[in-house]
């Protein structure tokens, strides 16, 4: 389909009703300027976290079937208020579901991944000139139930519309007007940059930037769907996505950006007798629950006794304890201990690889800054730090400049 973006527009873009109707005055733009154009649009402002909230009050423990169809609800309001505004405006606009905009997913309800999109409805509405506007971060099962793809994933859905609809372009519209050196809430000598890899922002996603939903970028890159992310506010040029061949060679070779991420609940188990198939016990229920590990340490053993330490999402915690304890008793281990208090900080950037010097730099300007690392993993292109959660802007601020990033 030739001449066709899908735009995606983040929760503070349409926390309120002016800004709906600046997000249709924009999306108008579009289609004026002669654009086949599909809005996928996000919950207004707070309303994911206003809803869990809602859901604790009735129930202490919501079903994932309840939490998904109460989450969905978010973007569908959005999707309708939309419609409405550009309908005002007198363009033709209808809203849809993720339901009605053909996404199946599997039945993993909070945190469900797509495997099929049958866009038939939204071509409907495109081929009679009309305007689609998607609610995002949803879809359907096989059993007709609905399910939502995870926190943040709007983004998901607006590149994997993009891909299904052969788009030319997909554009993340949001309230940073790019992909910055490090989370300019925090690091407010951050630049904007003009392209990054998708190889660097899928790291810079997993090390927990909000910048753009992990799984977005990974569809980006497996689909070659050019990805531009920027202001909802501003026409601007914002950061475009490339692919790590078409970086301009000078950039390349360096660190890119900073990332950091509180959402990090440890678990700690320890004094568990070393033996084989221990890690498969442990995990294997996790992965089972869909719960999402990180960060994995398992100490080198002493008389046949080791710990094994991981992250996961403070989401999760309380879910994974649960799981975990049992197995840990049936082991034999010491105890189970666990901590909300831990924060990680990662440096990115292809050029990493090549330079063994970059992971030095990186504990000693933390040391420097009197910051006591828990924990180090690494990727080929990222080094990831587990500190105190309230030393995190201060080691930002500090591997920032280590890295020369505001130049
Ligand atoms: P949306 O609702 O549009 O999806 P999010 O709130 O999820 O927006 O993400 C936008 C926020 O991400 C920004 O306000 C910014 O504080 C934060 N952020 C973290 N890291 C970065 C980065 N490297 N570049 C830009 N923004 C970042
Ligand atoms: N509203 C959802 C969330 O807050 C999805 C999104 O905004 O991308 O996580
Ligand atoms: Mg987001």
Redesign the pocket.
């Known amino acids: 389909m030739a001449g066709l973006i899908v735009q995606k527009y983040?929760?503070t873009s349409v926390a309120d009703a002016d800004l709906i109707k600046g997000v249709a005055r924009r999306v108008a733009r579009v289609h004026d300027s002669g654009t086949k154009v599909v809005a996928v649009v996000?919950?207004m402002g707070d309303?994911?976290?206003d809803l869990i909230a809602l859901a604790k009050q009735v129930a202490p423990e919501p079903s994932d079937r309840e939490m998904a169809l109460l989450?969905s609800t978010?973007?569908i309001v959005t999707s309708a208020l939309t419609a409405m505004a550009l309908n005002a405006l007198g363009y033709d606009a209808t809203a849809l579901t993720g339901f009605q905009a053909g996404i199946v997913t599997n039945a993993f309800h909070t945190r469900a991944q797509i495997l099929d999109i049958d866009p038939i409805r939204i071509r409907r509405v495109l081929d009679a000139g009309g305007i689609p506007i998607v609610a995002?971060?949803q879809g359907w099962t096989e059993d007709l139930d609905i399910t939502?793809?995870?926190?943040?994933?709007?983004?998901t859905?607006a590149v994997a519309l993009a891909v299904a609809l052969e788009a030319d372009r997909c554009e993340i519209l949001k309230d940073v007007d790019g992909v910055y050196t490090a989370d300019p809430r925090i690091v407010p000598r951050a630049r904007k940059l003009d392209a990054i890899s998708y190889e660097e922002v899928l790291e810079l996603a997993r090390a927990g930037s909000q910048v753009l939903?992990p799984r977005a970028a990974e569809l980006g890159e497996a689909y070659g769907m050019p990805i531009v992310v920027g202001s909802s506010f501003r026409e601007a040029p914002g950061t475009t996505i490339v692919r790590g061949d078409q970086m301009p060679l000078e950039g390349r070779q360096r660190v890119r950006a900073i990332a950091h991420d509180l959402d990090v609940g440890r678990i700690t188990i320890v004094g568990v007798p070393d033996r084989p198939g221990i890690a498969y016990a442990v995990f294997q229920p996790l992965e089972a629950a869909a719960i999402n590990v990180d960060v994995i340490v398992q100490n080198v053993s002493h008389e046949n006794v080791t710990d094994i330490s991981f992250t996961v999402s403070r989401a999760d915690l309380t879910r994974a304890l649960r799981l975990v304890r049992p197995v840990a008793e049936e082991m034999g281990a010491r105890e189970v201990t666990s901590s909300d208090a831990l924060a990680t900080i990662s440096v990115v950037g292809s050029g990493l690889a090549a330079n063994p010097g970059y992971a030095a730099k990186m504990f000693g300007t933390l040391a420097q800054a009197g910051i006591n690392i828990v924990s180090i993993t690494t990727s080929e292109i990222r080094i990831t730090c587990l500190i105190d959660e309230a030393q995190v802007a201060e080691a930002a601020r500090a591997l920032h400049q280590t890295f020369q990033l505001e130049e």
């Open positions: 983040g929760g996000s919950a309303t994911t976290d989450w978010g973007e995002g971060f939502v793809l995870g926190r943040g994933a709007s983004d859905t939903h």
